[in-house]
């Protein structure tokens, strides 16, 4: 069973920046795309952010770009999360999700049925 686990999140407040982070293991990251979903209390999982195996592709939704950032790096097994100017609307558990059948020039998928492997999710909330 791959285990991915994730950290970072906690109560802010809105306007406030968040870091996420989440671990793999080895064999598992080097092979795989790894994204962001959240969900919501009574609103689908949705996609947040994705990155390639090399990390020179990504992707976002459309309701984080420009604030979002997604980076991984690679001799760490670890991809993270950088969240800039915090909204209410942010508030949801934050899932890590690894693509291990990932093609290595491909870019990162964007719908979960992709991933192979979650995490348990960590919580943003934010408040106003």
């Known amino acids: 069973q791959v285990q991915l686990v994730e950290s970072g999140g906690r109560l802010v407040q809105t306007g406030d920046s968040l870091r996420l982070s989440c671990a793999a293991p080895?064999?598992?990251?080097?092979?795989?795309?790894m994204a962001w979903f959240r969900q919501a209390p009574g609103k689908e999982r949705e996609f947040v952010a994705g990155?390639?195996?090399?990390?020179?592709?990504?992707a976002y939704g459309d309701s984080v770009k420009g604030r979002f950032t997604i980076s991984r790096d690679n001799a760490k097994n670890m991809v993270y999360l950088q969240m800039n100017s915090l909204q209410g609307e942010d508030t949801a558990l934050y899932y890590c999700?690894?693509?291990?059948?990932?093609?290595?020039?491909?870019?990162?998928?964007?719908?979960?049925?992709?991933?192979?492997?979650w995490g348990q999710g960590t919580q943003v909330t934010v408040s106003s």
């Open positions: 999700a690894a693509d291990a059948q990932a093609i290595l020039t491909s870019p990162p998928p964007t719908t979960s049925r992709n991933y192979d492997y």
């Open positions: 080895g064999r598992t990251f080097s092979r795989s795309h």
């Open positions: 990155i390639s195996r090399s990390g020179s592709l990504t």
